[in-house]
C-alpha cells in the first residue's frame, strides 16, 4: 500500500485517551517518543516507530524535525457569525463600566446585534469565513458555533444558515448551537417571558432543517433567569435538542446546578459556580466549558475553579469565546496558557481540555489520533508539549491537516 502522506521524527506523538475524561483522568496523557504516522484516503491508517515509518511508501512525506505532533484542537464555545465589531467600547472597559452595564444601555451584545441585522448572508459569511481560517491556522480543526446575534427570527435564521454552510462549503468541522435566548432585544424590553416564547417557537423548524445540534441560552442579571433558563432548556429537550447554557459567568445564579440536574451537555463559564454547583458537575455527565480568556479580557481577578473542578471530579473543557465583545482573539493557544497561568491547570489536562474533552462538549468524537479515524492533526514547532502554555500569546503552529488535507502551513520568510 502507498500511503497518501507519512509523517516521520515525530519527538512527541500526544495520545489523548478517549473522553469524557473526569477528575484525576485529566492527568493522564499518553506521549510516545521518535513515532511516525501514515495516512490514506483522509484517516490515519498507520501509527509506529520513526524508524518503520521511513521506509513506508509514501506519496508525501514530512519531516517533523523531532517536534510534537497532537491531535487538531477542538473549540467549544465560540460566536462565530457577527457582524461589525466592538472596538468602541474598550474605552468604556477601561473607564471601569461593567459588561452587564453596557448591555443595558444598548451596547454590548446589542450593539452587534443592530450590525448583525444589517449584513447580508454573505457579508456574515465571508467575515466567519476568515475567522475560521485564522482559528485553522492556530491548529483548531473541530469548533463550535452559537447565533444569538440576532434575536428576530429573520437573523438568527440567517447566522445559523451561514454555518450550515461554512460547515458544508469548508474542511472545518463546524458544529451549531441555536443561541436566540442571548439578550433581550429592545423592541422586547420590559417583555423577556414572550421574547423567549418567540425563540421557543423557533425551535420545531431549526430541528426540522437540522441547522443546530444544541441549544444555548445566556443565564445571567438582566439576563434571563433560572427559571426562564429551566423552561428553555426543558422545552429544547423535548423537542430534541442537547443543551447548553451561559451559567454563572458574574453572578453566582445557580446555572451550574441547573446545567447538572437537567442533564445539560455542557455548562460554560462558571467563575462564580457555587461548591454545591461543582459537587454536582462531577457526580454527573455535564462538561464544564471554562473560558480564561473572557475572564482575562474583562479585565477580571477571578478565575474559574478549574481546580477545585478537577480535584472533585469534573470534566474540563476549554474554550476561546471567540465574540466581538468579550473575548476577541481565535487564538486557543493562548486560553491555554491562561489556563496553565491563572488557573493552574497543568499541562497534561490543558492538553485533554482542548481535545477530547472539549470534542465531548461538543458531542463530536475528535481530538484523538487513532487508526482508522479522520486524521486531524497538528505539527508544533515546539520542542515539547510543555512548550505551548509556557510561551504564551504566540502561534507555534506549524502544519495543520483536516481529514489528511493540510489547511495551513506557515510561510517563513527567508530574512537571514
Ligand atoms: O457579544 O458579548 N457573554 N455573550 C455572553 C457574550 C459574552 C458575547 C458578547
Ligand atoms: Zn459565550
Not at 484516503?41 to 518503520?52: K, L, M, P, Q, Y
Not at 439578550?183 to 443546530?212: C, H, R, T, V, W
Not at 427559571?227 to 458574574?250: N, R, Y
Not at 505539527?379 to 502544519?399: C, G, T
Request: glycine share 10%; proline share 4%; net charge negative.
Amino acid at each position: 500500500m502507498i500511503y497518501d502522506l507519512v509523517i516521520t521524527n515525530i519527538g512527541q506523538l500526544l495520545l489523548p485517551d478517549q473522553g469524557p475524561l473526569k477528575g484525576g483522568a485529566m492527568k493522564q496523557l499518553a506521549v510516545e517518543k521518535q513515532r511516525a504516522l501514515g495516512i490514506k484516503d483522509g484517516r490515519f491508517a498507520w501509527i509506529g516507530s520513526h524508524e518503520e515509518g521511513a521506509s513506508l511508501p509514501a506519496r508525501e512525506k514530512v519531516d517533523a524535525e523531532g517536534k510534537v505532533v497532537s491531535p487538531g484542537l477542538v473549540d467549544p464555545h465560540t460566536h462565530l457569525v457577527f457582524g461589525g465589531s466592538r472596538e468602541g467600547e474598550m474605552v468604556l472597559k477601561q473607564a471601569g463600566v461593567p459588561y452587564l452595564d453596557i448591555l443595558k444601555q444598548g451596547g454590548g451584545i446589542l450593539s452587534t446585534v443592530k450590525s448583525t441585522r444589517e449584513e447580508t448572508e454573505a457579508e456574515l459569511f465571508d467575515k466567519a469565513k476568515k475567522h475560521v481560517r485564522q482559528m485553522a491556522a492556530h491548529g483548531v480543526t473541530t469548533l463550535e458555533a452559537k447565533s444569538g446575534y440576532g434575536l428576530d427570527r429573520e437573523t438568527e435564521w440567517k447566522q445559523l444558515k451561514v454555518v450550515k454552510h461554512l460547515n458544508e462549503q469548508g474542511d472545518i468541522d463546524i458544529v451549531s448551537t441555536f443561541l436566540g435566548p442571548h439578550a433581550i432585544p429592545l423592541e422586547y424590553k420590559g417583555k423577556s417571558d414572550a421574547f423567549l416564547e418567540e425563540m421557543i417557537a423557533m425551535l420545531p423548524e431549526i430541528k426540522k432543517q437540522n441547522l443546530a445540534v444544541f441549544t444555548d441560552i445566556f443565564c445571567e442579571t438582566g439576563v434571563f433567569t433560572i427559571e426562564q433558563s429551566k423552561h428553555f432548556m426543558e422545552a429544547s429537550h423535548q423537542l430534541g435538542f442537547q443543551t447548553k447554557i451561559h451559567a454563572d459567568e458574574i453572578d453566582s445564579l445557580g446555572g451550574t446546578e441547573l446545567a447538572a440536574g437537567l442533564g445539560a451537555v455542557s455548562a460554560d463559564h462558571l467563575v462564580a459556580a457555587s461548591k454545591q454547583g461543582i459537587k454536582q458537575l462531577a457526580e454527573g455527565e455535564t462538561t464544564a466549558v471554562l473560558l480564561p480568556g473572557t475572564t482575562f479580557y474583562l479585565g477580571k481577578d477571578t478565575y474559574a475553579d478549574a481546580r477545585s473542578m478537577i480535584d472533585q471530579g469534573a470534566a474540563v473543557a476549554l474554550a476561546t469565546d471567540f465574540n466581538p465583545g468579550s473575548c476577541v482573539t481565535h487564538n486557543l493557544q493562548m486560553i491555554m496558557s491562561l489556563a496553565a497561568l491563572k488557573m493552574k491547570m497543568t499541562p497534561e489536562e490543558i492538553w485533554n481540555a482542548v481535545t477530547v474533552n472539549a470534542s465531548h462538549a461538543i458531542g463530536q468524537k475528535a481530538g484523538r489520533i487513532v487508526k482508522g479515524k479522520p486524521a486531524d492533526f497538528v505539527l508544533w514547532d515546539v520542542p515539547n508539549y510543555q512548550y505551548i502554555p509556557y510561551h504564551y500569546a504566540a502561534n507555534h503552529a506549524k502544519m495543520v491537516w483536516k481529514n489528511g488535507r493540510k489547511v495551513y502551513e506557515r510561510m517563513d520568510a527567508d530574512v537571514f
